[in-house]
């Protein structure tokens, strides 16, 4: 990864760092309602979606345009069928 993606990526997710960790919103994920309702906040998988959607839309690759309501079963299921990662 470049430093440029990086710093992208990293411009649209720093806009949450020192927020306190939404708890409640685990609750929503559990009833797949964290995509409709998210008051922005945001839990550690939709920073994760968030950040590789900056990096990587400009190589055509929208596996996380809709980033709100990403938990990490989705990220694994991203990561293991997209031959575009590699799980090392």
């Keep these: 990864m470049s430093h440029t993606k990086?710093?992208?990526?990293f411009m649209k997710v720093g806009k949450y760092e020192g927020n306190i960790y939404p708890v409640h919103r685990l609750f929503l994920h559990m009833f797949n309602l964290s995509h409709h309702i998210h008051w922005n906040r945001v839990v550690c998988?939709?920073?994760?979606?968030?950040f590789l959607h900056e990096v990587i839309k400009y190589d055509q690759l929208f596996y996380f345009e809709d980033w709100f309501g990403m938990n990490p079963d989705n990220l694994h299921d991203?990561?293991?069928?997209?031959?575009?990662?590699?799980?090392?």
């Design 6 to 9: 990086y710093s992208r990526g």
């Design 78 to 88: 991203i990561f293991r069928i997209s031959p575009e990662f590699d799980i090392i």
């Design 45 to 50: 998988s939709e920073l994760t979606a968030r």
